[in-house]
């Protein structure tokens, strides 16, 4: 049995290299589309299911694969990764001197089992000029982050509090990953 990471995001492979856990990358290669039309805690592991559902086709039925998806919420609007630098720029623009939810939705499967669960983080950006959002999207870090900003990088600049888990706000919350993977069997601690 091998545990297998169904993403390519680097922020999620160092967050599961914390928890010890020896696993493998194949990347899904599902489209995440944001614009269906359920609620954000509902989309997000729709999606999580997705890519896990995906990579399960290419491996053998005992091991188990993790999906992941994190969206940010603005007054009911999801805000994905941003598709240039306009769409980043608006994106942050909405965010500044505001509260928005960030949601990750994680799926483990393990042949026909599937575990879901989600991590809601509420995140409060201070207020930002233009200029600084102009100079925050010159360094290119936006351009692959759901609401255009990584927390554990530059980003952190723009957050003026958080209140729930961060490392969901990175990409995969660590706890509810646990809780998931005891369900199918693989205990952390």
């Keep these: 049995?091998?545990?297998?990471?169904?993403?390519?995001?680097?922020?999620?492979?160092?967050l599961l290299s914390l928890t010890g856990l020896r696993f493998k990358v194949i990347v899904s290669q599902v489209e995440e589309d944001n614009a269906k039309d359920m609620p954000p805690q509902e989309l997000?592991?729709?999606?999580?299911c997705e890519k896990a559902f995906d990579v399960s086709k290419h491996v053998c039925g005992d091991d188990i694969i993790i999906g992941a998806d994190t969206i940010v919420v603005l007054?009911?609007?999801v805000f994905g990764k941003p598709t240039d630098k306009n769409d980043?720029?608006?994106m942050l623009t909405a965010l500044a001197g505001r509260e928005h939810i960030v949601i990750s939705g994680v799926a483990v499967v393990k042949g026909q089992q599937v575990f879901t669960g989600y991590s809601s983080t509420s995140v409060k950006f201070r207020q930002l000029t233009s200029k600084q959002i102009e100079n925050y999207i010159a360094t290119g870090e936006p351009?692959?982050?759901?609401g255009a900003y990584a927390i554990?990088?530059?980003?952190?600049?723009?957050?003026?509090?958080?209140?729930?888990?961060y490392?969901?706000?990175?990409?995969?919350?660590?706890?509810t990953l646990a809780e998931l993977l005891s369900m199918a069997g693989v205990e952390l601690l």
């Design 1 to 14: 049995m091998e545990i297998i990471l169904a993403s390519s995001s680097p922020r999620r492979q160092q």
């Design 44 to 48: 997000a592991i729709a999606h999580a």
């Design 75 to 77: 007054d009911g609007k």
């Design 88 to 90: 980043a720029a608006a």
């Design 143 to 146: 351009m692959d982050k759901a």
């Design 152 to 165: 554990q990088g530059r980003g952190a600049l723009l957050v003026e509090k958080i209140d729930g888990c």
């Design 167 to 175: 490392n969901n706000v990175v990409g995969l919350p660590l706890v």
